[in-house]
């Protein structure tokens, strides 16, 4: 049996009593864990309806639920990748327990590959219109988010129903409806594209600390902030944070509609404190 070193043991012991705490703070991802933060969204979003939109259609009846779930787990994957890279994905618990991807004003990048040229190419030839594929506010470029992302996968993984409802439905209906809403402050607001919890960590205030830490900021910069939640009984939990219901929009591809309802956020006064704390008035 080995001997064990008391003032090493010690040491350790230290250092796990203070990780309960340190996981109790929001702390921004990059894309070393885009795939923790993913796997906690795919828990999150396991049975939600929009989610399951372009899984469950009848040209995918005789897939299995295995592969129905491993598909699911893919497109948050890229998705998280893809915020990681060009947006700013938040996490809080011990075990990624609750996860925000925020779109935010892109940052200039250029990468003049004859690669993306390519790819930008045949992705029209198949149909696919770069300004559906692409975030409000990006340009050309942003084609090598979609490499790096995994996002081009999407194309050759999803059904023929489920391009259709993903490439001309989904994403020109979240587009344009942002674009209406906002006007032109369309890219001068805060997105939260996806919150989610872990169904063994809701209840514990985590999605409350995700909300709070970008919204402080965006209060700070003086921006609004805008959501599609596609759950009716959430609602109520964003208005505690100050989002307002501005209209709903409705997926109509499947059996039956599926609502989505479009929520922003203005920003708060902020005031300094006596303490030299900046908060809410």
Not at 56 to 79: F, N, Q
Request: a neutral charge; charged letters at 25%; one cysteine or more.
């Amino acid at each position: 049996m080995a001997q064990t070193n008391n003032s090493s043991t010690l040491t350790l012991e230290k250092k796990r009593s203070l990780s309960p705490e340190s996981t109790e703070e929001v702390r921004v991802l990059g894309i070393a864990e885009y795939e923790q933060a993913a796997q906690c969204l795919a828990e999150a979003f396991a049975v939600d309806e929009v989610a399951r939109y372009f899984i469950d259609m009848e040209d995918m009846a005789t897939y299995s639920e295995e592969y129905k779930w491993k598909l699911h787990c893919d497109i948050l994957r890229y998705v998280t990748a893809a915020h990681c890279y060009k947006g700013i994905v938040t996490t809080i618990g011990p075990d990624y327990d609750a996860v925000a991807l925020w779109y935010v004003i892109p940052v200039p990048f250029t990468f003049p590959s004859q690669l993306l040229l390519r790819f930008r190419d045949s992705m029209r030839i198949r149909g696919i219109d770069e300004r559906y594929r692409m975030p409000p506010g990006k340009n050309m470029d942003d084609l090598w988010t979609i490499l790096r992302s995994g996002m081009w996968r999407l194309w050759y993984k999803l059904s023929s129903e489920g391009k259709t409802r993903f490439y001309n439905e989904f994403l020109p209906l979240l587009h344009h409806t942002k674009h209406d809403i906002m006007g032109p402050r369309d890219d001068d607001s805060y997105y939260l594209v996806y919150l989610g919890s872990k169904p063994s960590a809701r209840g514990k205030g985590y999605a409350k600390k995700l909300i709070e830490h970008m919204t402080a900021r965006a209060d700070l910069e003086n921006r609004a902030t805008y959501l599609e939640s596609s759950a009716h009984s959430n609602m109520t939990y964003y208005e505690k944070y100050d989002f307002e219901q501005k209209i709903d929009i409705q997926l109509v591809r499947g059996p039956k509609p599926i609502k989505l309802h479009i929520m922003v956020r203005e920003p708060q006064p902020v005031a300094e404190s006596s303490n030299g704390r900046l908060g809410r008035v």
